[in-house]
């Protein structure tokens, strides 16, 4: 079973408090968000790690307030989540090596991580059958994510204490709808034992 990890917006802007998008409670997750990581990279697990990347005047501050700007220190990963071995997957049309990277930083302009044109290229060349998905926010880009993941037609799980939401519903109806769809909620110790 070839398995990838996908760690969702994990950025500062949304997980600590003085970040421009905080969710509240989310840096309490960092501490499994680098555990996952750092096993993935153990076990020769490539981590996608999806990453806002937004302009100045990115179109979707009309609904959100500005946040993780390219080049600012909100739109970078905390140290604890970041692999030695990684690329960046521009959300521009491009080729892409993955040979020698435990770490492919997805940039991404919109909610849904499916968007950046390069992303379905990228996971036909995996050919994975297991997708391990966590990170912020878990009822808007997990959800993407998880959802988009099981269009694929491969076993998907969400690591639920791994994740956070803005929304308790959201995040309940959110799950229904995923295991609904075929998913599978699991937690931390599930995977790292």
Not at 94 to 109: I, P, S
Request: some cysteine; aromatic content about 8%; overall charge negative.
């Amino acid at each position: 079973m070839r398995t990838v990890f996908f760690d969702v917006d994990t950025q500062i802007d949304f997980l600590f408090p003085a970040g421009a998008l905080y969710v509240p409670g989310a840096e309490r997750i960092l501490p499994a968000i680098a555990k996952l990581n750092q096993y993935a990279a153990s076990h020769g697990i490539l981590v996608v790690s999806t990453m806002d990347a937004h302009a100045e005047n990115d179109p979707e501050f009309r609904d959100w307030p500005a946040h993780c700007v390219v080049g600012t220190a909100g739109q970078a990963k905390p140290a604890s989540t970041l692999l030695d071995r990684r690329a960046v997957l521009s959300s521009q049309a491009c080729g892409m090596q993955l040979a020698e990277v435990d770490q492919l930083l997805v940039e991404k302009q919109w909610l849904d991580c499916f968007r950046n044109p390069n992303l379905n290229p990228m996971l036909a060349e995996l050919t994975a059958d297991r997708f391990v998905v966590y990170g912020v926010v878990t009822e808007i880009c997990v959800r993407f994510a998880a959802l988009g993941l099981l269009a694929t037609g491969e076993r998907v799980e969400v690591v639920t204490d791994a994740t956070k939401n803005l929304s308790e519903e959201g995040r309940e109806r959110f799950f229904a709808e995923f295991v609904d769809g075929g998913g599978k909620l699991i937690s931390v110790a599930e995977i790292c034992g």
